[in-house]
């Protein structure tokens, strides 16, 4: 039967037999049953439930043979019933001091098994105790079988175990750092790997390590695994080492460790990508792309972009896409051009399955980094005439809303259009481009050479007989746009694109058909139908596209864990924004263009809407004059407080209760229905960690664990950029069961514009949903924006208010100036309203270094050098909105 079974046949006899074969006293007998049982039987099989008291029997009996014989047959089949009968005895066994390792290593995997089924079988109360025992175990073999069982265990509940961590970073300090194994369990001299990599993973799934000593400990220990890993020419030595150094740098980004210890990663990684052996290559570059998600090593990772470069051109189609996906991660103002230069480069010779991705990282790039959207338009023609077929619709699309909401930018686009279409051979979405921009705009090159309407016109009708019928109904667009637009009229023009007209009339095509008779019919009615076919208005700003199809594209290559799950978003309307109109009765504000080039302004002009008190004048950055007001223990407080949040009018402000800087009532205070009490409640559900500790940091980076309690996270992870951000929310479901009833309610001040997308009625169990978050900022202010979120789960409906980080420093950008420039500036600030002193006292002193690094994490620039006490600090730095432009920001401190 089972050699029948073997060779793929179904076998639907003899099941009873084989059933009745598990009851025999003799050991070849029981055996011959429990291995066909297991190989053709489910846990859904009605005869299973005839051998439950059987295997019961031998789980419990003393012969450690058939015990082994029936934890496996469990441990194959699993099942509710299985897993309700027997999991108690299972673990009796597993806990049992007088069974041999072979029997408790088969125990905890069975126990895993049964736990997968069905969580229940484990009762957390009673469990946490005995984790912590079996975790003192000596044998290897029974320590990493439980090991598999924990990491089971915490990915459910973590809570419930973190008696367990300290006990995880004594393991792994025993086999990494002092390395008390056996030999029969060191491999290739790396001592018990698997164990390693498993104890790694457990520790992924506590959200942080309060102990200071435990983690000064796992810190140690990870510093000694990645010291000690290196490239050898053992394969299989090498597979293990990786393993466990992979693992570790999950951990330490897990961790948030130090930023000297991610550089060390860092380099690591640049090693790796060095080498030849492309699976080393392959594996340096994926973590290296996991590492992003790290706030402040990007500069780190920026050091070895000549290497990556080098990847993307690797003949293995692999390590080409890790380094491509590398590449568009780290991208950022600073190298776009040499990126995108690069990318445009590789598109020649890129393979045929890569091109679209390639083509659409390119325009992405192109468009949220762009330095002047010239330069955008350049990057676009090109991907358009390199990839050809390969372009998606969405990326010429784009384009042309850049240059249709733009009017410094028509006569250039027109212009590079024209070059572009008057190649020999020219693809047929540069047609439609070109196409499209030159009958909307050819009339502003009229008086250039070479750019009549006629001659524009030639130039567009010599592709027609080339393209599909597609693509004709905008060329006839085109030529209607440049009949319009030439004024006198032209007789021979006329009558050309009259003929042309009158041909399509009676096409078979009905799109082709209905333009050309209402065409004609418009062109012959002369300039009283002017307005019908001026220049298209321009777009209503939205969320690009191309960003939001490369987000519904992207898939997580890491494991995943309790912090890094993914999932697809699904359509809902629950997510809504509350009624953006000023409580002034202003206008509400315009949503701008993500391109929007925006210059600095002379100082002199410079107008700052700041109340202020006490004000001094001083050259070279030396402040003179004592504020007697007390200072913050809270380097964030002077920023993000007194604040306010606006609203419409009609309703009351509540604010705070607890001690949180930055929420006090202030002067600034008023009514609003969007004023919320934030992290106030009754629920019953209490956060894991603190609300406001979490916010704070966030301040400061871009990425990380704004709420988490026992079944969601929410992390954010953001770009900015000038007066405009992009923040997206990470909504994780915890547990297995899904999360109902969810809705989020976005509350703006006036001075912020924020645009969302959707977030799904139900998050799934284990899964995770991104929400987009569109962020202007329309004018300086301090109030800041809250997120009313609320779920039910089970009979749990949880309800909270979340500041959100959209903060003033978050709109800064570093500006680097020569001292002869800084002093001139700071001469021309004359006193109140446009300077600013406070002389702090009472806090404890900080050294240049670590002030230099606060002022750094705020978006401010140190320029070393320029004040010639050694004590001073001088800094600048930019400071955006949509309102006021650019505002340069000069910054003097003395200690």
């Known amino acids: 039967m089972l050699y029948i079974y073997m060779l793929g046949y179904d076998v639907d006899f003899g ?36 051998a439950i008291n059987t295997v019961r029997n031998d789980i419990v009996g003393r012969n450690e043979t058939f015990q082994c014989l029936a934890l496996t047959l469990v441990g194959n089949i699993g099942g509710r019933e299985f897993a309700e009968s027997l999991a108690p005895d299972v673990q009796k066994l597993l806990l049992s001091s007088s069974c041999r390792p072979l029997v408790r290593k088969k125990a905890a995997l069975c126990l895993l098994r049964l736990f997968r089924k069905n969580p229940d079988v484990v009762n957390v109360d009673g469990w946490a105790d ?198 568009y991660g780290m991208c950022d103002i600073t190298n776009a051009k040499d990126i995108v230069e690069e990318l445009l480069q590789y598109l020649n010779s890129a393979d045929f399955t890569m091109r679209e991705e390639l083509s659409l990282k390119a325009a992405i790039l192109a468009e949220k980094f762009a330095p002047d959207l010239s330069w955008y338009v350049d990057v676009i023609l090109q991907l358009i005439e390199k990839a050809g077929d390969f372009i998606s619709d969405d990326i010429w699309f784009r384009v042309v809303q850049f240059v249709t909401n733009n009017d410094d930018l028509q006569p250039y686009a027109a212009a590079k259009a024209k070059e572009y279409l008057d190649k020999p051979a020219v693809d047929e979405k540069m047609v439609k481009v070109c ?120 898939a997580d290559t890491a494991e995943q864990s309790a912090l890094k799950l993914r999932a697809q978003q ?71 407080g007194p604040l306010a949040i606006e609203g419409p009018p009609g309703a009351t402000v509540q604010y705070e209760n607890s001690a949180v800087s930055g929420l006090e009532s202030g002067p600034d205070v008023v009514d609003g229905s969007a004023i919320v009490p934030v992290e106030v409640g009754t629920n019953t559900i209490q956060p894991i960690g603190n609300i406001a500790v979490r916010f704070h940091a966030l301040c400061l980076k871009d990425s990380g664990v704004l709420y988490e309690d026992p079944y969601i996270q929410i992390g954010i992870k953001a770009e900015w950029r ?4 992009r923040l997206v929310l990470f909504l994780g479901n915890k547990n297995t069961s899904p999360l109902v009833s969810v809705q989020a309610l976005i509350l703006p001040p006036a001075h912020l514009k924020m645009e969302v997308s959707l977030v799904p009625d139900t998050i799934p169990p284990r899964a995770q949903v991104q929400c987009p978050l569109e962020v202007v900022n329309l004018r300086p202010s301090r109030d800041v924006a809250v997120l009313d979120f609320s779920y039910k789960f089970g009979t749990h409906m949880v309800n909270i208010k979340l500041r959100l980080p959209a903060v003033l420093n978050k709109f800064l950008q570093p500006l680097p100036v020569s001292a002869e420039e800084f002093f001139r500036q700071w001469r021309l600030l004359s006193g109140p309203p446009l300077k600013l002193q406070e002389v702090v006292r009472g806090v404890r002193p900080m050294a240049l270094p670590e002030m230099a690094n606060l002022l750094h994490s705020y978006r401010i620039a140190i320029s070393p050098g320029l004040d010639p006490n050694p004590n001073n600090l001088v800094a600048s730095t930019t400071f955006y909105s949509e309102n006021t432009r650019a505002i340069v920001c000069l910054v003097g401190n003395m200690f």
């Not at 074969?21 to 049953?33: D, F, H, N, T």
């Not at 570059?285 to 000549?306: F, G, W």
């Not at 076919?533 to 209503?540: G, N, S, T, V």
């Open 130 to 327: 005995r984790m912590t025992q079996l975790l003192d175990e000596r044998d290897l073999g029974v320590l990493t079988s439980s090991m598999c069982l924990l990491v089971a265990l915490v990915s459910n509940n973590h809570e419930a175990y973190w008696t367990c961590l300290p006990k995880c970073v004594k393991i792994l300090e025993r086999l990494a750092r002092n390395q008390d194994v056996p030999q029969e369990y060191t491999y290739y001299g790396i001592p018990s790997p698997w164990l390693q990599v498993k104890t790694m993973r457990a520790l992924q799934y506590f959200p942080t390590i309060e102990d200071p000593n435990t983690r000064r400990t796992l810190f140690e220990v990870l510093q000694w695994i990645l010291m000690g890993t290196d490239v050898v020419k053992n394969v299989n030595k090498n597979n293990a080492s990786h393993a466990v150094l992979f693992e570790a740098l999950a951990l330490v980004m897990h961790l948030d460790a130090e930023k000297e210890m991610m550089s060390q990663c860092v380099a690591l990684l640049g090693k790796f990508i060095a080498v030849r052996e492309p699976n080393i290559r392959y594996l340096g570059l994926e973590n290296m792309t996991r590492m992003l998600i790290v706030a402040d090593v990007q500069e780190s990772i920026k050091r070895h972009q000549a290497q990556i470069i080098t990847s993307l051109k690797d003949p293995d189609i692999s390590i080409c896409r890790r380094a491509l996906d590398l590449l």
């Open 435 to 554: 196409a499209y921009i030159l009958g909307e705009y050819s009339h502003l090159l009229a008086r250039r050479p070479g750019c009549s309407p006629k001659e524009i016109f030639s130039i567009i009708h010599e592709k027609l007989p080339s393209v599909s019928t597609t693509t004709i109904p905008l060329l006839l667009s085109a030529y209607a746009k440049i009949l319009m637009h030439t004024q006198p009229p032209d007789q021979v023009l006329q009558n050309q694109i009259w003929t042309i007209f009158t041909k399509y009339e009676s096409c078979i095509d009905a799109e082709i058909q209905q333009r050309a008779v209402e065409y004609l019919a418009l062109s012959r009615k002369g300039a009283a139908v002017m307005d019908i076919l001026a220049e298209m208005p321009k777009f209503p700003e939205r969320q690009s596209s191309l960003i939001k199809k490369a987000e519904d594209a992207e």
């Open 570 to 640: 699904q359509p809902s309307n629950a997510l809504v924004v509350a009624d953006q109109h000023p409580s002034n009765g202003e206008p509400p504000p315009v949503f701008v263009g993500q391109l929007s080039v925006v210059k600095a302004p002379n100082m002199n002009n410079t107008e700052d809407h700041y109340s202020t008190e006490q004000v001094l004048s001083q050259e070279n950055g030396n402040l003179s004059q004592v504020d007697q007001q007390p200072p913050s223990a809270d380097p964030l407080s002077d920023l993000l």
């Open 722 to 725: 000038a007066h405009q951000g």
């Open 15 to 50: 099941h009873m037999e084989a059933v009745s074969l598990i009851s025999a006293p003799k050991y070849p007998e029981k055996q011959v049953g429990y291995i066909v049982t297991s190989s053709l039987l489910n846990e859904n099989h009605d005869f299973l439930r005839l």
